[in-house]
T-cell receptor, first 113, second 116 residues
């Protein structure tokens, strides 16, 4: 089954404790992206990757890091999480950047205390 | 700069009635337009897209959307609503001529509530 898999689905942690949210897709997609969803703000892009070893900042990259060492994986790293990063996070992938629809994971709800 | 507006936070409709969820957009070039639906505790699911051609686009689950260039709108419609259509709906846009490095820009979402 074609899917984007995120782990963990839920995480409660404390300020400053490094965490990684994993994202993996099995569709051989080139383009992958991370979004955060906050009430009243819709989805905002954090980082994206056009292909392996090619990543770039989205609209809200502060406090986040990503890597793309393999085509299928695109982890999101919070080196020193803060409470303002409490949010619902989505990973998405698509065949390419153009007019292809994006496939979304089921989300990761992070709570930073 | 690209932007998307969904002017209604919530739309309420009775089952069997037609529904419309509104979306207007702003891009400097030609738009790629998308509608996604989000059910509770799930990621966004693609419904339909407009790239070029026929202004009326048909998508999944009986939904359709009408592209109107002069009004810069891309409203989502369905002739007969179902209770199972109740969800959060997002409109999104990408500028055709500014693809490199641009995300889909999402609206804030519209909650559709269909009553039985």
């Amino acid at each position: 089954e074609a899917q984007v898999t995120q782990n963990p689905r839920y995480l409660i942690t404390v300020t400053g404790k490094k965490l990684t949210v994993t994202c993996s897709q099995n569709m051989n997609h080139e383009y992958m992206s991370w979004y955060r969803q906050d009430p009243g703000l819709g989805l905002r892009q954090i980082y994206y990757s056009m292909n392996v070893e090619v990543t770039d900042k989205g609209d809200v990259p502060e406090g986040y890091k990503v890597s793309r060492k393999e085509k299928r994986n695109f982890p999101l790293i919070l080196e020193s999480p803060s409470p303002n990063q409490t949010s619902l996070y989505f990973c998405a992938s698509s065949l390419s950047l153009g007019n292809q629809p994006q496939h979304f994971g089921d989300g990761t709800r992070l709570s930073i205390l | 700069a690209q932007s998307v507006a969904q002017p209604e936070d919530q739309v309420n409709v009775a089952e069997g009635n037609p529904l419309t969820v509104k979306c207007t957009y702003s891009v400097s070039g030609n738009p790629y337009l998308f509608w996604y639906v989000q059910y509770p505790n799930r990621g966004l699911q693609f419904l339909l897209k407009y790239i070029t051609g026929d202004n009326l686009v048909k998508g999944s689950y009986g939904f359709e959307a009408e592209f109107n260039k002069s009004q810069t709108s891309f409203h989502l419609k369905k002739p007969s609503a179902l209770v199972s259509d109740s969800a959060l709906y997002f409109c999104a846009v990408r500028d055709y001529y500014n693809q490199a490095g641009t995300a889909l820009i999402f609206g804030k979402g519209t909650t559709l509530s269909v009553s039985s």
